[in-house]
Each structure stands twice: as structure tokens, then as C-alpha cells.
């Protein structure tokens, strides 16, 4: 059974700062790993994927893949107010109904 | 535009009674889920559908049975509310078959059993 943990549990960063966001997770098969954001009354809405070992770069956001170590990460460069929420990462099943399997998420508080 | 279309968006429930929360996604997709939300939990997978098809099931509990009527509805009905099953409830899709395309949500339900 896939197990995904993240830290923090929390985060407070400065308008400006850079956020960095962890997650491990237990199924050395997995392949697809997803980062979700949500806010407050809303569902969650997917960031970006990764899906090769490395970076990838979208805007802001910056995702790092390690398959060796079980590791994958999240950076948000220029951390804007609107930014605060809850992240996910998740990992996509290869298996019947392809689940998605949530960390427990990591609440960003971006301060002005 | 809503995409995914979760009714109603606040429901509260007596103990015991039975409940059933609709879903409607307008994506064109083959896959629906269900997951729950709870205070100091991970978002929990429930249940996945693909072609109107139950695929995977995590949900001990036979009191939740999901109901697909037509293709692009996936509603839960549950039964026997306990007030442990007070949580948001997430419908998603996507498309079906593949692992690397992304998994789309609805603004949940947030059920409350009293």
C-alpha cells in the first residue's frame, strides 16, 4: 500500500521568499507524482506533474523528482500572497481505477 | 464555469438516516471518483469508476455505494450516517485508462452528521 508523507506541516514564508515543500513516498514503482494546491472552500486543483527524475520548471513553481530516494519536492520562487493554501503531492497508480494517493499536505501562509 | 458539479454543498444529517450526493462532470471523461476529506487526515480515495465500471474500491464500509445512472454521474449514496462519516466529499475525473493525465475535482460536499 502506497504511503506518502510530507513536510512541513506547515509554512510561513515573507512576500518574496522561496517555499520548499517535501514529500517521500513508499511504492518504488510509482511513476506519476502530482502536486496539488487548494484553497480555502475549494477542491483541489492540480499544480503541475513530474514525471522523469529531475527538475521541471513551470512559472514559479519548480518540482524536483528523485525516484532513487523516494523523494519528490516543490519550490515556489516569489512567494505572492495568493499562494497561500494547502498542498498535496500525490501519487498516481498504475494499477485498476489509477488512484491518486495524497500526502496529508502542507499548509503555505505567504505574509505580506 | 464549474466542470465538475457537486450537489448539494452543504448537507446536514441526522444519525442513522441515509443520504446521497450527487455528482455531474462535464469533461467528456470515462473515469469518476470519489474521496473524503477529513480534519488531520490525508484526502482518502474511496471508490473509481471507468466506462460506468467499478475499478477499485477502498472503502470498507458497504454503507457507501456509489451510482452510476448515465456517464458522466457518479453519485454516493450512504447509508446508516454515523457522525464519524462528517467530512468533505470530493467527486474527480479524468480520463480513463492512463496514469499520467491529471485528476480533475469538484468543489465538494461537506457533509455533517449530527
Known amino acids: 500500500q502506497q504511503k506518502v508523507q510530507q513536510s512541513p506541516e506547515s509554512l510561513i514564508v515573507p512576500e518574496g521568499g522561496m517555499a520548499s515543500l517535501n514529500c517521500t513516498f513508499s511504492d518504488r514503482n510509482s511513476q506519476y507524482f502530482w502536486w496539488y494546491r487548494q484553497h480555502s472552500g475549494e477542491g483541489p486543483k492540480a499544480l503541475m506533474s513530474i514525471f522523469s527524475n529531475g527538475d521541471k520548471k513551470e512559472g514559479r513553481f519548480t518540482a524536483h523528482l528523485n525516484k532513487a530516494s523516494l523523494h519528490v519536492s516543490l519550490h515556489i520562487k516569489d512567494s505572492q500572497p495568493s499562494d497561500s493554501a494547502l498542498y498535496f503531492c500525490?501519487?498516481?497508480?498504475?494499477?485498476?481505477?489509477?488512484?491518486?494517493?495524497f500526502g496529508i499536505g502542507t499548509r503555505v501562509l505567504v505574509r505580506p | 464555469d464549474p466542470k465538475i458539479i457537486q450537489k448539494p454543498k452543504y448537507l446536514v444529517a441526522v444519525t442513522g438516516s441515509e443520504k446521497i450526493l450527487i455528482c455531474e462532470q462535464y469533461?467528456?471523461?470515462?473515469?469518476m471518483y470519489w474521496y473524503r476529506q477529513s480534519a488531520k487526515k490525508p484526502l482518502e480515495f474511496m471508490f473509481s469508476y471507468s466506462y460506468q465500471k467499478l475499478m477499485d474500491n477502498q472503502t470498507a464500509s458497504s454503507r457507501f455505494q456509489p451510482q452510476s445512472s448515465k456517464k458522466n454521474h457518479l453519485d454516493l449514496q450512504i447509508t446508516a450516517l454515523k457522525p464519524d462519516d462528517s467530512a468533505t466529499y470530493f467527486c474527480?475525473?479524468?480520463?480513463?485508462?492512463?496514469?499520467?493525465?491529471?485528476?480533475?475535482f469538484g468543489k465538494g460536499t461537506r457533509l455533517t452528521v449530527v
Open positions: 500525490a501519487v498516481r497508480g498504475n494499477s485498476a481505477g489509477n488512484k491518486l494517493t
Open positions: 474527480a475525473s479524468s480520463q480513463a485508462g492512463t496514469a499520467n493525465t491529471e485528476v480533475f
Open positions: 469533461l467528456g471523461h470515462n473515469a
